[in-house]
């Protein structure tokens, strides 16, 4: 059954009508409607520490910044998400945003529909007048973060575990096997493709084999299922580095840090505009010199200062353009 999430802000009758007397406005000055906003989660649901809990705090953002409300929905069935997206946009929300690749197709059908409702897709492209698409360059994080795991790495073997395999996957491995090489050539990197984003069992199995391999630090790049990477790393007190937020809580010592992919403030921006009254269709590219991806924070006893000076000298000159990420084509 679909989940659906609703966050309301309650305005009392009574109280604003006091309000509105008190302060003399008179018909013309009526407060602005609030806002409506309808969002289709990616697999994996609330709850990821990840990709979708950063869409969400990107809603919690915006809901204390504005005049809003917000709805979530789980992603479950082809029809039911079709069905929970044409339900906003009968509603009339002001926004309607699928997080993920998977919701691109919906959006496809819904946008020459409802020309006149807003759309955003999250992490895949939809060309269309009223959707705005934003992507990211992931690859030039994970170029620093490949470097990082090359000089964490004692046994010169890291691993890489992605979720499913699509091309947003293949930028991230790209980026990090390339920085990889960059800072050691020496240094081997195993990967492997869980086939989900929702299961961490998978993700702590791979994961599990991997040290076995003699692998000591993995990029963590599959969602929910990462969990089960995190897991092993505990488990056999190795090393893992993510894409995601801030996780080094769920294992001190064994979670590095991350490179977080800033889904919360694209959603903010985006909320913006169309609070403004400005919500620009198209494609956006977010990278490390829009601040799209970020570095950190990093566990301290792990990471050193001298480490972190290399990371940031890297950050530069990929922003300055003296260091090119490869991508594949049709990545």
Request: glycine fraction near 10%; hydrophobic fraction near 45%; proline fraction near 3%.
């Amino acid at each position: 059954m679909m989940r659906k999430h609703i966050h309301c802000v309650v305005l009392l009758v009574l109280a604003l009508s006091l309000s509105l007397a008190s302060c003399g406005l008179g018909p013309s000055d009526t407060p602005q409607r609030v806002l409506n906003v309808g969002m289709l989660l990616a697999q994996g649901g609330l709850g990821d520490r990840s990709f979708n809990d950063s869409a969400y705090a990107g809603l919690l953002a915006a809901q204390q910044e504005l005049d809003m409300r917000f709805e979530t929905v789980d992603f479950t069935t082809d029809e039911a998400n079709l069905a929970a997206l044409r339900e906003f946009a009968q509603q009339e929300y002001d926004l309607i945003i699928g997080v993920g690749y998977e919701c691109a197709g919906y959006i496809t059908t819904l946008a020459p529909e409802f020309p006149e409702r807003n759309f955003a897709l999250i992490d895949t492209v939809v060309d269309a007048p009223n959707v705005a698409s934003v992507i990211y360059r992931e690859q030039e994080g994970d170029f620093i973060m490949g470097a990082l795991a090359a000089m964490l790495t004692q046994s010169k073997k890291v691993g890489f575990i992605g979720g499913v395999d699509i091309d947003i996957i293949r930028r991230i491995e790209g980026g990090f096997t390339q920085g990889v090489a960059y800072q050691d050539a020496a240094v081997v990197v195993i990967s492997d493709m869980a086939g989900t984003f929702s299961d961490a069992e998978i993700g702590k199995q791979l994961a599990l084999e991997q040290y076995a391999q003699g692998v000591d630090v993995i990029y963590n790049a599959a969602g929910r299922t990462g969990l089960g990477i995190i897991e092993a790393a505990k488990e056999l007190d190795q090393l893992t580095i993510g894409t995601s937020g801030d996780q080094r809580y769920l294992a001190p010592g064994n979670v590095v840090g991350n490179r977080p992919k800033r889904v919360d403030t694209a959603v903010l921006a985006l909320i913006r505009e169309v609070q403004a009254g400005e919500f620009v269709p198209g494609t956006r590219s977010l990278g490390l010199a829009e601040e799209g991806l970020t570095l950190g924070p990093f566990d301290e006893t792990l990471v050193t200062q001298e480490m972190l000076a290399q990371l940031e000298v890297l950050k530069e000159q990929i922003i300055a353009g003296e260091i090119k990420v490869e991508v594949s084509e049709g990545n």
